[in-house]
């Protein structure tokens, strides 16, 4: 158990419309990351927060957004859903703002049919 | 620019080692991890190395070279359960906020 939460762990939705993705990181870490990973692809980082505030973005869609609230948990926000979007999704976290290792959650896998 | 390479695919023997390597291409080289990811799963830290050489946590050993641009991931007394995918993962300080540069991952099939 990597202290890393993830909910919902399956989300089954159509094209053209808008999830939201949940995650707690573990106690004390302050950065959150968001990963994209297609069916046999490599991760891809989206976005990364810490303290509450954007540190850096991946090749994050306009379609999507993320936010950390104060409690330090962070929601990710698909919207206008394409069938292209199906994938895993992860979140992780790490104490700092990126020397120590990121630990994972056990993802959320977005279905659009 | 940045790039990583791994094997996509290794296939090894059920008590035999097998070693996977990584190479990196960055413009400021700041720590190398490793992540094991079986599939349908979360990758799981393995190891870290920012200075050269061999670091060793049980049966998994990582080395890092550099100079070279190079690591591995050496892997003894292979078991079923190591049947998954490697991640090698380079920090790039010149990078957005030291983001990490993820390379594609090797398949690793453990047979008996």
């Known amino acids: 158990d990597s202290g890393v939460t993830q909910t919902p762990k399956h989300l089954i939705t159509a094209t053209g419309q808008r999830v939201t993705l949940r995650c707690s990181p573990r106690?004390?870490?302050?950065?959150v990351y968001w990963y994209q990973q297609s069916l046999d692809q490599g991760l891809q980082f989206l976005i990364q927060y810490y303290n509450g505030e954007e540190r850096a973005k991946g090749n994050i869609l306009e379609r999507f957004s993320a936010q950390q609230f104060p409690d330090l948990h962070s929601e990710l926000n698909l919207s206008s859903l394409e069938l292209g979007d199906s994938a895993l999704y992860f979140c992780?976290?790490?104490?700092?703002?990126?020397?120590?290792?990121?630990?994972f959650g056990d993802g959320t896998r977005l279905s659009i049919l | 620019g940045q790039n990583i390479d791994q094997p996509t695919e290794m296939t090894a023997t059920e008590g035999a080692i097998v070693q996977i390597n990584c190479t990196y291409q960055t413009s400021g080289f700041n720590g190398l991890f490793w992540y094991q990811q079986h599939a349908g799963e979360a990758p799981t830290f393995l190891s870290y190395?920012?200075l050269d050489g061999l670091e060793e946590k049980g049966r998994f050993s990582s080395f890092l070279s550099r100079s070279k641009g190079y690591s591995y991931l050496l892997l003894k007394e292979l078991q079923m359960k190591d049947s998954a995918s490697y991640l090698c993962?380079?920090?790039?300080?010149?990078?957005?906020?030291?983001?990490?540069?993820w390379g594609a991952g090797t398949k690793l099939i453990i047979k008996p």
């Open positions: 190395n920012v």
């Open positions: 993962a380079v920090r790039d300080q010149l990078a957005s906020n030291y983001q990490l540069i």
């Open positions: 992780a976290s790490s104490p700092d703002r990126g020397n120590q290792p990121q630990h």
């Open positions: 106690s004390g870490d302050l950065s």
